[in-house]
């Protein structure tokens, strides 16, 4: 038998006394159980921050998330040995589009930084990973000559978590070489 249930309030209390519920009515009601359930809710934490977070967003901007274009990473960044948790995703607005950053560190999961990453006819970020404690985004600026809905010169940035903010290091374009 398998039961789920739906969270929205927010309370860990809440969840915890669904979760033994749960674990009663599937007669797995163990200690065990418990603390996995319970760890498992604490490694959400972080990815319904960043959900709350770009509610508030589209409630207060009037902003549309294409969330097509999502894509999430976990990755330990801040070396407490849990992963963090890492959004890239597109709002858009008329005819302009822009791409956000979105982390949320497990050190401090009530807190949720953010940066734009570029938009229409600036910069369009297509991926990124996390390579020693270092975010690379990746993506396709627009030359001179590029229309808004192509741009053709790859680049590259690097970005680092520092003092609580996301912080660009580098941003170059790359030269593709054949």
Not at 84 to 112: A, K, N, Q
Not at 134 to 151: E, F, M, N, Q
Request: charged share 25%.
């Amino acid at each position: 038998m398998k039961v789920s249930f739906a969270v929205e309030s927010g309370s860990k209390r809440a969840l915890v006394s669904m979760l033994v519920m749960a674990s009663t009515l599937t007669g797995c009601a163990t200690r065990e159980r418990l603390f996995s359930e319970q760890q498992g809710s604490a490694r959400a934490t972080p990815v319904l921050r960043i959900e709350k977070h770009i509610a508030q967003l589209v409630r207060s901007n009037g902003d549309w998330e294409m969330s097509q274009f999502r894509k999430y990473r976990q990755e330990d960044v801040d070396g407490d040995g849990s992963d963090d948790v890492f959004l890239l995703t597109t709002f858009e607005h008329g005819l302009i589009w822009r791409r956000e950053l979105f982390v949320c560190l497990s050190s401090s999961p009530e807190r949720v930084m953010q940066i734009n990453l570029g938009c229409k006819g600036e910069r369009r970020a297509e991926d990124f990973e996390i390579e020693d404690r270092v975010i690379i985004v990746r993506g396709k600026a627009y030359s001179s000559t590029d229309a808004l809905c192509c741009p053709s010169q790859p680049y590259e940035s690097t970005f680092l978590i520092a003092n609580g903010r996301i912080i660009e290091r580098h941003w170059s374009s790359v030269i593709q070489t054949k």
